[in-house]
């Protein structure tokens, strides 16, 4: 019950920036000094989004769209050009034209530009072409996401991003297209600066220290969702474990972090974070990343990344003792990838069925307390804590 009180008060939207994003941060802040950890707080600057009502006019009917998050506002009159495939949009004239983006153009979202950890070829290009080629606005056509449960799914999620757009689902597209004419435009969308911080807690080894152990879940939200099962659950494990190594006495220094901007277009926690360190990355002897673990439906799915032989040893005889924590697939859509793929040794925890579950629900207001296993965070939070005392008693 302790669980649930903690869950039902964190679990509301909360995007990097919002007033209850800036609650949550004061919430595990509080709570890390009240179990003795040492708290430090990196400032930075970010956006907050607003939207309106949003809408296509074409003759006598309206049509109502979706903004993009973060997307530049517009209100205008001006012609459709419809494109489906990369070679039309390198070969027709797309400039001072509302375009609708389809087809194979549509089937992914696109990486924020200039992303830090993950920005490929294929989605640089298609940016760099829209920019050059300046249309009025860009109408996104999608359906169902691939790696959550939006459907339709905004294309562009970035404030970088010069150009206004919105995004619609196939029927609503087809509906308009179906009309001749001029379309009169409206993306009532507002971009707001804003200040926010990462914050991170520490718990130095007994003596000397042999290097860092960081454990971590991301603490914002998607616009849209609670993000109960995304990631509230991954903090309240976090603190869980927080709680259980108040007397920890290992010989590596751990650092908890409640990563802020998981969800953001421009990752300033996790960049934050990264600075505030930089120099360190050899000292990181393991990364723990919790995302979206505990369903109502599941048990605890583990992968691993980069674990030598005695890691692995550690890691296989803390599984043998825990029945509801399972060996899972590789994924790398979450915090510890920026570490993977430096080389660092990491764990990712998360819902054994995630995929075809849980990401079935992420991302939207499906998200909800319902959707948790109250048990399972404590069993995995245990299971975390014997880990890192395992890990902790000899150097690696």
Known sequence: MENIEFLNIIIEERPVGSESNKRLLNIIQTKALQMGWDVTSLPFECKIWRKGKSFINIGKKSYEIFPSTFSKPY????????IYSLEELVSIDINEKIVFLRGSLTKESLQP????????DDHKYIIDLLEENKPKAIIAVTGKHSMCGLDPFPLFEDGNFSISSAYINELTANNILQENGIIHLCIDSKIINENSRQIFATRKAKKKTFGKIIICAHMDTKYGTPGAIDNATGVAVMLKVMENLQNYNGIYDIDAIPFNGEEYYEVKGQLEYLNHIKGEFDSIKLVINIDSPCHKDSQTAVSSYNLGEELSTKLNMELIKNTNIILGEEW???????????????????????????????????????????????QTADFLTGLINSVGESAL
């Not at 209100?75 to 419809?82: F, L, N």
């Not at 207001?365 to 948790?372: A, F, G, K, Y």
């Open 75 to 82: 209100k205008g009159y001006g012609e459709i050009i419809v």
């Open 113 to 120: 530009k200039n992303f830090p950890f993950y920005y490929p």
């Open 332 to 378: 790398y859509a979450g915090d510890h990838a920026m570490f993977a793929f430096k080389g660092i040794p990491c764990i990712a925890v998360t819902s054994s069925n995630l995929f075809e579950t849980v990401i079935q629900i992420t991302h939207t207001q499906r998200d909800t307390i319902d959707q948790i296993s109250d048990n399972l965070i404590d």
